[in-house]
């Protein structure tokens, strides 16, 4: 798996500060060494838990302030900012105190999407560490790394880790002499994508059907167990060491203005060096491709790209010199999501990738929604009728006419996620599915 450090050409690409700057995160560097996830390497290697000690000597405030001077925003999809997301929890008063929760969203379910896995398996420390921060600038009594099901392996070897922190004094009973205690418990899905979603993931730890809940009141308000919760990636929580260590201002510097830092990048399909990419934001999309991936694996042009995770609209080859940062991304029509990039070359159909990522989100629909419910399955069963070649000559039709039913009336995104791969292939690629119903076969080849 490719790890990728790479400082851009400045003669190209521009980027305030980064000339002297390391790429801070480092989380997959010494993948191959059996030990590399231990307190031992994380200290030795990473300054780990220095961040942790200069935070427990700042007034909580300070803390937050410093993550929204960062600038940093959520690394799982929305992109929301998460130092004012931090702030959104109550405090406590004369009257009351209040009790608080964080929990980390381990349950990466995205089709494309690698690199939480890769965090958790290689360097669970710095995601402990950025949890302990977390919950002390919140003042939280208590955190939860709701993992997804299928990672099994990982929670054992994630148990061991916070062991080690307790046994050093970062976790548990009165952390580093403060007088503070917080812990931190693992619980493990049970395979639903659906989980990915904040309030279905609440749902689901509290020993609920894992389905989104009603807004208002949001986690911040009445989350885990009724109490003010604050919910974020493992990414994004693994990035608030490196935030303190540099400080909120020197990281800023990364990336681009509104767009700060570095991301983990999962690239992955037609691509000559897949794996995962630790960039600054803002990078062109097609020098990620061809720079620093090598370009398409098969000799064929790329066709078509998956920017964000497989819920993103596609790019094709127009969009391919868009900056792979949250708000260009979304003004072209696409969105920078979970950061997987996945690579369609020519010899791609277009019907039959849509039809399998559609069949995908009807399988993984809770059922709550009714437009949700039942347009994903219709969606399906339309487009497996084309890709079956018994499409039929309103097929186009009356496939474009679901996602507008769908789109922004549900609970939560995974209806609006469906329709956004079947719209944008059928604008930008209507030439494939016309041709399918019309010959019963596909125009890119077998």
Not at 187 to 212: D, F, Q, V
């Amino acid at each position: 798996m490719a790890r990728i450090r790479v400082k851009p050409d400045p003669q190209r690409y521009s980027f305030d500060g980064f000339g002297s700057a390391q790429y801070p995160n480092l989380m997959l560097l010494g993948a191959g060494d059996l030990d590399n996830w231990t307190l031992k390497t994380y200290q030795t290697r990473w300054e780990g838990y220095a961040a942790l000690a200069k935070a427990l000597k700042m007034e909580p405030a300070a803390v937050t302030a410093e993550v929204k001077l960062s600038d940093l925003r959520g690394r799982g999809g929305a992109g929301f900012r998460t130092g004012m997301k931090w702030g959104f929890m109550p405090k406590d008063t004369p009257e009351r105190k209040v009790t608080r929760y964080v929990v980390c969203n381990a349950d990466e379910g995205e089709p494309g999407t690698f690199k939480d896995r890769a965090i958790l398996e290689y360097n669970p420390h710095q995601l402990i560490e950025g949890l302990v921060i977390a919950a002390w600038a919140m003042q939280c009594q208590l955190g939860f790394i709701y993992v997804r099901g299928e990672f099994a392996w990982l929670v054992d070897k994630l148990e061991a880790a916070l062991q080690q922190a307790r046994d050093a004094g970062f976790l548990g009973k009165n952390i580093l002499g403060t007088g503070w205690d917080f812990d931190l418990l693992t619980y493990r899905g049970a395979g639903a994508y659906i989980c990915g979603e904040e309030t279905a993931l609440l749902n689901s730890l509290e020993g609920r059907r894992g389905e989104p809940r009603v807004k208002p009141p949001f986690p911040a308000q009445a989350g885990a167990f009724g109490k003010p919760t604050t919910v974020n990636n493992v990414e994004t929580l693994a990035t608030v060491p490196v935030i303190l260590r540099m400080g909120g201002a020197a990281y800023a510097r990364l990336g681009t203005p509104g767009n700060t830092g570095t991301r983990i990048y999962s690239l992955s399909g037609h691509i000559k060096r897949p794996g995962l990419y630790e960039l600054p934001l803002g990078l062109p999309l097609d020098f990620i491709l061809n720079d620093l991936a090598g370009g398409s694996s098969t000799g064929r042009k790329i066709k078509a790209v998956i920017p964000g995770g497989c819920s993103a609209p596609l790019f094709d080859a127009k969009d391919f010199d868009c900056p792979m940062d949250f708000d260009t991304v979304k003004a072209r029509g696409s969105m920078a999501g979970s950061g997987g990039i996945i690579v369609m070359d020519e010899g791609t159909c277009m019907v039959r990738m849509v039809q399998r990522l559609t069949r995908f989100y009807a399988h993984e629909s809770c059922g709550q929604c009714t437009p949700c419910r039942e347009g994903c399955n219709w969606m399906e069963m339309i487009l497996s009728r084309i890709e079956g070649g018994a499409g039929r000559p309103g097929d186009l039709d009356l496939l474009a006419s679901l996602p507008p039913r769908i789109n922004m009336r549900t609970l939560c995104a995974l209806g609006d996620a469906a329709c956004g791969p079947v719209e944008s292939a059928m604008t930008k690629f209507r030439d494939e599915f016309e041709h399918h119903i019309a010959h019963r076969e596909c125009l890119a080849g077998k």
